[in-house]
T-cell receptor, first 112, second 116 residues
């Protein structure tokens, strides 16, 4: 899977929007961009994924740059429960579709 | 639906002891996975099963064996535990055989293993 770069940590105030960036400058045309998060002492949890167009679901929005070299996960109103490590993951070659390749992610702290 | 369940939640072993970690899913998924997560790091794939009756090695298979008992269950066995296997182990599943690029994986709550 192609490499992604995320900030180690970010802070947000409760009930404010959060924009979590991810750089993936070596992305190929068939790579899907996935986001997972891991709450403390829990297993990873799917958040959202996309290919080229921006995506929305009940948890978040995913904004994908026009050249696809970066993307941003948007939490519209952060809550204390959103404090977690957020992982940006690219999935490309079908042979590697079996696994998710996790980097170190972004630790999001939500301040009350 | 319970989703993906794992037992036990916690385990302490002495070096050289053996144990089996159990995983079950009730979503009728075809693919199942075992990952390990060391402190401060991302998850790494140990073994996976693309469908019932098949298993393949992942990134870090040494010291482990797996069994896909049926479509629901996928167990991970440590034959002779070592301190380097101290970790948190996560089981996951996904719907299609072998997985697809746009597919979601569903994770269990994890088993925390300490090898002394």
């Amino acid at each position: 899977d192609a490499k992604t770069t995320q900030p180690n940590s970010m802070e947000s105030n409760e009930e404010e929007p959060v924009h979590l960036p991810c750089n993936h400058s070596t992305i190929s045309g068939t790579d899907y961009i996935h986001w997972y998060r891991q709450l403390p002492s829990q297993g990873p949890e799917y958040v959202i994924h996309g290919l080229t167009s921006n995506v929305n679901n009940r948890m978040a929005s995913l904004a994908i740059a026009e050249d696809r070299k970066s993307s941003t996960l948007i939490l519209h109103r952060a809550t204390l429960r959103d404090a977690a490590v957020y992982y940006c993951i690219l999935r490309d070659v079908p042979g590697s579709a079996r696994q998710l390749t996790f980097g170190s992610g972004t630790q999001l702290t939500v301040l009350p | 639906n319970a989703g993906v369940t794992q037992t036990p939640k916690f385990q302490v072993l002495k070096t050289g002891q053996s144990m089996t970690l159990q995983c079950a899913q009730d979503m009728n998924h075809n693919s199942m996975y075992w990952y390990r997560q060391d402190p401060g790091m991302g998850l790494r794939l140990i073994y996976y099963s693309a469908s019932e009756g098949t298993t393949d090695k992942g990134e870090v298979p040494n010291g482990y064996n797996v069994s896909r008992l049926n479509k629901r269950e996928f167990s991970l066995r440590l034959e002779s535990a070592a301190p380097s296997q101290t970790s948190v182990y996560f089981c996951a599943s996904s719907r299609t055989p072998g997985g697809r690029l746009q597919e979601t994986q569903y994770f269990g709550p994890g088993t925390r293993l300490l090898v002394l």
